[in-house]
């Protein structure tokens, strides 16, 4: 499973969260954490650049939240971004410098990196998303198991229980999800692959790669 590792899906230079993943190997190893994680950072975080909103929110004040946005923490909207219409923020999220979470998105504890696009109608869950991810109108990540078991990522053979009730999506740098695709429990997206719209995604896709269906996987030329 080395395409899982942290380091072959994220740059760390791209998140402000930068040291949630130190000692991890996976990155869902760290999706426990992220709560606290948020806590103790934005206790440091510089008050001429944040404003801290209640309790455990902290918003840059270079970014843009709309007015009918709902944000609970513990949560940190870094600089640049942007926090549309009726965005609903449940709690234990990173937002990214320059990222965009739109229109009745819905974002629950997640790491959205810098620069990452969340822009239409989208649940992200229990999910980590790379620098400059995309995920298209209606994309979601489905982060619980019909069946309530425990989530699983396997890759063909190979398989690695990962003790986890709620695991969304892993999407590597660069990724880029179509329209209307659901994400399912477990699923690791390597850079730079591109998943086509209506898709319905399971287990481990390879980096620069195009997913079209599971039996339809095509390299990147």
């Not at 948020?38 to 209640?54: F, P, W």
């Not at 995309?134 to 994309?139: F, K, L, T, V």
């Not at 009730?165 to 429990?185: I, Q, R, T």
């Amino acid at each position: 499973m080395e395409q899982c590792l942290i380091q072959n899906l994220y740059d760390l230079n791209q998140t402000i969260a930068a040291e949630l993943f130190a000692g991890a190997d996976y990155p869902w190893e760290v999706l426990g954490k992220i709560s606290d994680f948020i806590v103790n950072l934005g206790n440091t975080l510089d008050s001429a650049k944040y404003e801290k909103r209640g309790e455990t929110v902290w918003v840059a004040k270079s970014a843009k939240v709309a007015p009918t946005a709902c944000l609970n923490g513990p949560l940190i909207i870094d600089e640049e971004a942007e926090v549309r219409h009726c965005a609903f923020i449940r709690g234990s999220a990173i937002v990214g410098k320059g990222a965009v979470v739109g229109n009745s998105t819905e974002l629950k504890n997640v790491v959205i990196f810098n620069s990452v696009q969340v822009p239409h109608y989208n649940y992200v869950g229990d999910s980590i998303l790379g620098y400059k991810s995309h995920m298209g109108a209606g994309s979601i990540t489905s982060n619980v198991k019909s069946d309530k078991t425990l989530v699983a990522v396997k890759n063909g053979s190979e398989v690695i229980e990962t003790g986890l009730k709620k695991f969304g999506a892993m999407l590597g740098d660069y990724v880029e999800v179509g329209c209307n695709s659901v994400l399912n429990p477990g699923t690791v997206i390597g850079r730079h692959t591109n998943i086509y719209p209506l898709s319905m995604v399971r287990g481990v896709v390879a980096p620069d790669s195009i997913y079209k269906n599971k039996n339809e996987i095509a390299a990147k030329k």
